[in-house]
Each structure stands twice: as C-alpha cells, then as structure tokens.
C-alpha cells in the first residue's frame, strides 16, 4: 500500500475516529488477550479475527478515556478525582452500578482480608 496524501489522509481519518492519535498499524495494543478472551466467552470465535479485536479495543479505550475525562470535569471542582465520580457517571446505567459496588466491596473484603493474614503473619513470626 502507498503512502499517497489521499491513503494517509484516510488512515488519519480512521485513528482520529477511533479516538487515537497513533495510526492503527504503530498503536500499542492494550487489551488484545483479555479482549479475545471476552469475546470468545460472549460467543465469537476462540481466535477472533485481529481487525475485529483492534476494533472492540478502540471502542473500549475510547469509552473508558471519555468517562475518564468527564470524571475529571467533576472531580476538578472539587479538587480531586473520587471512585464515586464515576459512579455518579454510570448510575442510570443498573447494571453497570450494580457490578461497579459489587467489584467494590469485593475489594473492601480482600483488602480486609489481607490486612488480617499480614497481621496473623506477623504474630508467627514474633
């Protein structure tokens, strides 16, 4: 393929759709195993094909770097990003808010639990 003005006008065109400065060939990959992994589990293919995955990635980097800004619009009049920001972003959306607690206080929990085997491990060793 040639770089023509018309060929590097359109890949631009394509990188700045899909929410990336970089040109999808020079792009670093993210998500690409966990993506491939996901989709096989939502019922694709084992080994989806590349430009699918890359697709699925660019929409996920672009969700996530949108809230991700519109949390630091909320957070910057406070002075400081919260957990709850985003939450306040993704609550008219069940279950998304649902699995977001859930994910959170399963992390409580680990936390917790950590801090009872690290304090344990240290009696032992006393």
Request: charged content about 30%; overall charge negative.
């Given at each position: 393929?040639?770089?023509?003005?018309?060929?590097?006008?359109?890949?631009?065109?394509?990188?700045?759709?899909?929410?990336?400065?970089?040109?999808?060939?020079?792009?670093?990959?993210?998500?690409?195993?966990?993506?491939?992994?996901?989709?096989?589990?939502?019922?694709?293919?084992?080994?989806?094909?590349?430009?699918?995955?890359?697709?699925?990635?660019?929409?996920?980097?672009?969700?996530?770097?949108?809230?991700?800004?519109?949390?630091?619009?909320?957070?910057?009049?406070?002075?400081?990003?919260?957990?709850?920001?985003?939450?306040?972003?993704?609550?008219?959306?069940?279950?998304?808010?649902?699995?977001?607690?859930?994910?959170?206080?399963?992390?409580?929990?680990?936390?917790q639990a950590?801090?009872?085997?690290?304090?344990?491990?240290?009696?032992?060793?006393?």
């Amino acid at each position: 393929m040639s770089n023509t003005p018309a060929t590097a006008a359109a890949s631009s065109s394509k990188s700045k759709a899909a929410g990336t400065s970089q040109p999808q060939e020079k792009r670093k990959t993210l998500f690409q195993k966990e993506l491939q992994h996901m989709m096989y589990g939502f019922g694709d293919e084992q080994n989806p094909l590349p430009e699918t995955v890359a697709l699925v990635e660019d929409i996920v980097v672009e969700y996530v770097t949108d809230l991700t800004h519109k949390a630091q619009e909320i957070g910057s009049k406070r002075g400081r990003l919260l957990v709850d920001d985003f939450l306040y972003l993704i609550r008219k959306d069940l279950p998304k808010l649902n699995r977001c607690r859930e994910l959170l206080a399963m992390q409580e929990e680990l936390k917790q639990a950590r801090k009872a085997f690290d304090v344990d491990e240290k009696e032992l060793v006393d």
